[in-house]
């Protein structure tokens, strides 16, 4: 159970970070190919089930161990590789993404690649601030102890 919670509290942060990034991206695809269509309120929606996409290597892959530098990479590889094929695969089914456009579909699968980096940026300088915190904790918790011991 408490793995889960660990997992559940990984997913919804990067969740919120995606729905973020992807809102972004999707601007600057709209714009840069597709600036003359208006969307209805149904729109919204889309940012929210592409972040959904995106947490879903969250649940697949074991995050528990620790990696080495080329288990990180390889499992990044993975999770990018599932990502831009749910993705894509949905963007070809859809009736409101030109795909027929070689630039639509290559914007599409950089920008995946973009917003996955900057995840792992962001996910990165959040958990180092979460860590600096914990370790300043940890020696006043053991300056109190030496204290107390004297």
């Given amino acids: 159970m408490v793995k889960f919670k660990k997992k559940a509290k990984k997913a919804l942060k990067l969740y919120f970070i995606l729905v973020t990034l992807i809102t972004v991206l999707l601007m600057i695809l709209g714009s840069a190919f597709d600036s003359d269509r208006?969307?209805?309120?149904?729109?919204?929606?889309?940012?929210?089930i592409y972040a959904a996409i995106g947490v879903v290597p969250v649940f697949l892959f074991d995050?528990?161990?620790?990696?080495?530098?080329?288990g990180f990479i390889i499992r990044n590889i993975l999770e990018i590789i599932i990502?831009?094929?749910i993705v894509l695969t949905i963007a070809f089914f859809a009736k409101s993404i030109p795909t027929e456009k070689i630039s639509v579909v290559v914007g599409i699968a950089i920008g995946i690649v973009?917003?996955?980096g900057?995840?792992?940026?962001?996910?990165?300088?959040?958990?180092?601030v979460e860590t600096k915190e914990l370790n300043d904790q940890l020696i006043k918790y053991q300056r109190k102890m030496?204290?107390?011991e004297s």
């Avoid at 208006?38 to 929210?48: C, E, K, N, R």
């Avoid at 995050?63 to 080329?70: D, I, N, T």
């Avoid at 900057?118 to 180092?128: F, G, N, P, Q």
Wanted: glycine share 0%; no cysteine.
């Fill in 114 to 116: 973009v917003v996955y």
């Fill in 38 to 48: 208006t969307f209805s309120y149904q729109a919204y929606a889309s940012p929210l």
């Fill in 146 to 148: 030496e204290v107390k």
């Fill in 63 to 70: 995050q528990e161990k620790e990696l080495s530098v080329k």
């Fill in 118 to 128: 900057l995840t792992i940026v962001i996910d990165y300088m959040t958990e180092k």
């Fill in 83 to 85: 990502i831009e094929s």
